[in-house]
C-alpha cells in the first residue's frame, strides 16, 4: 500500500481523536516521510558506492590520460620553441656577422678613397714643384 498524503491526514485524524493532538503530532513525527519501499538498503548503498567509486576511478584514469597528452603537446611546443629560437639566434648572428662586413667594407672604402686622394694630391704637389 503506497503512503499518500490523504492516508497520512486520515491517520492524523484518527490518532487525534483516539490519543489526543499532542499525541498524534509525537506519533506522527516519528513516522517516516516515505514508505518503507522508498527507503535503500544496506545492500544497494555499499552497490551504489561501488558503482560510484568505479566511475571516479574511470573519471580519474581519463583525467590522467589527458593530462598526460597535454603534458606531450607541451613537450613538442617547448621542442619546437626551443629549435624556432635557436634558428632566430642563428639568423640574428648571421645579420650582425653582415652588418660587421658592411661596416668592414666601408671602412675599407673610405681608408682606400683616402689613400686616392693623398696620392692624387701627392702627385699634382709633385708635378708643381717638378
Avoid: Y
Avoid at 516515505?34 to 567509486?53: I, K, M, P, R, Y
Avoid at 682606400?112 to 709633385?126: D, H, M, P, R, Y
Amino acid at each position: 500500500m503506497a503512503i499518500t498524503e490523504q492516508s497520512r491526514h486520515r491517520l492524523r485524524i484518527h490518532l487525534e481523536e483516539t490519543m489526543g493532538e499532542e499525541q498524534a503530532s509525537a506519533m506522527m513525527n516519528h513516522l517516516l516521510p516515505v514508505g518503507w519501499t522508498d527507503l535503500a538498503t544496506s545492500a544497494e548503498v555499499a552497490e551504489f558506492q561501488a558503482a560510484t567509486t568505479r566511475e571516479f576511478a574511470a573519471v580519474r584514469a581519463e583525467m590522467a590520460s589527458e593530462f598526460a597528452a597535454v603534458r606531450g603537446e607541451i613537450a613538442q611546443l617547448r621542442e619546437w620553441a626551443t629549435v624556432r629560437f635557436d634558428q632566430m639566434k642563428d639568423r640574428f648572428d648571421q645579420m650582425a656577422t653582415k652588418a660587421e662586413l658592411e661596416r668592414g667594407f666601408r671602412r675599407q672604402t673610405w681608408a682606400l678613397v683616402a689613400t686616392v686622394c693623398s696620392l692624387n694630391g701627392l702627385t699634382i704637389a709633385a708635378m708643381r714643384f717638378a
